[in-house]
């Protein structure tokens, strides 16, 4: 009698793995976008010290070399990787339109001009699309001489320049701030969080957002739904789905210090 009772503990057991890895199997099989975000793309000649260690290897988690992201792109490229657009992510998320079977969505927050400077040709020569996160109230008038030591941002002109590439997209007006270390759209009041996006909105081609240091509670997602924005970009970890909910979209932050390998899971 035992012995049945063993035998059917673990035929039990293994039922359940083999439904839990058929059930893993078949949400992996779901059609998925992996979402990718970057900041600065830096050449390794050209990095600030303050970027790397003492051996030259880059520590800031926002900077990843051009050689690197040459490198990643030309996987994406020769893999057949589709860069959607925003409206073509939007319509697969909320509608559950069809899109290619490889498709990511490529972002960059800030603003920053090495984006312009050295990532925009590489994403040209791909023919790839692009989204750019503005600080809109810190649009230079003036386009300044690229100087990887200073902290530079897209002027107006650039901005201009790159619209074949980079669709332009609210990373607050004003609010890309820290208050005793905590982000100002934790800690201003919901009136003002929606004067800013507000404004914002107003100088961007498209409706939607990134929260500044991935900082949100669900508390803005009606602010930012009712200040115009289809859609905002978190930066939780994770493929995203049709039916996920659209005001906290999980993206990928890549770092320099990852393999290509774990690039490429990422991005499948
Ligand atoms: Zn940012």
């Known amino acids: 009698m035992k012995h049945y009772i063993v035998l059917a503990l673990i035929l039990l057991f293994i039922g359940i793995i083999v439904f839990a890895l058929l059930k893993i199997k078949a949400y992996k099989e779901i059609p998925?976008?992996?979402?990718l975000m970057y900041h600065d793309?830096?050449?390794?000649?050209?990095?600030?010290?303050?970027?790397?260690?003492?051996?030259?290897?880059?520590?800031?988690?926002?900077?990843?070399?051009?050689?690197n992201f040459k490198k990643q792109m030309d996987f994406l490229k020769a893999n057949n990787y589709h860069t959607l657009t925003l409206d073509e992510f939007y319509d697969f998320v909320i509608n559950g339109a069809k899109i290619p079977p490889k498709s990511v969505l490529i972002t960059f927050d800030d603003g920053r001009k090495s984006s312009y400077i050295n990532a925009y040709p590489i994403l040209k020569e791909n023919n790839f699309n692009a989204v750019m996160f503005?600080?809109?109230?810190?649009?230079?008038?003036?386009?300044?001489?690229?100087?990887?030591?200073?902290?530079?941002?897209?002027?107006?002109?650039?901005i201009n320049n790159s619209k074949d590439v980079f669709e332009f997209a609210s990373h607050t007006h004003k609010?890309?701030?820290?208050?005793?270390?905590?982000?100002?759209?934790?800690?201003?009041?919901?009136?003002?969080?929606?004067n800013d996006l507000t404004e914002s909105l107003k100088l961007v081609d498209k409706p939607y957002?990134?929260?500044?240091?991935?900082?949100y509670n669900k508390n803005l997602f009606p602010i930012i739904k009712e200040s115009g924005y289809k859609m905002a970009f978190a930066t939780s970890k994770g493929k995203v789905r049709t039916g996920d909910n659209p005001y906290c979209i999980n993206r990928y932050g890549i770092k320099e210090k990852y393999s290509m390998n774990k690039f490429k899971r990422f991005a499948d």
């Open 32 to 35: 998925h976008v992996s979402v």
């Open 41 to 67: 793309v830096f050449y390794k000649k050209e990095l600030p010290s303050k970027y790397t260690d003492k051996r030259g290897n880059i520590t800031d988690t926002c900077v990843v070399s051009a050689e």
């Open 134 to 158: 503005l600080v809109t109230s810190k649009i230079p008038n003036k386009t300044a001489a690229f100087n990887p030591n200073k902290y530079q941002r897209m002027s107006k002109e650039e």
């Open 175 to 194: 609010m890309h701030e820290k208050e005793s270390e905590t982000a100002y759209l934790l800690l201003k009041s919901l009136d003002e969080i929606k």
């Open 209 to 215: 957002f990134a929260y500044p240091y991935g900082r």
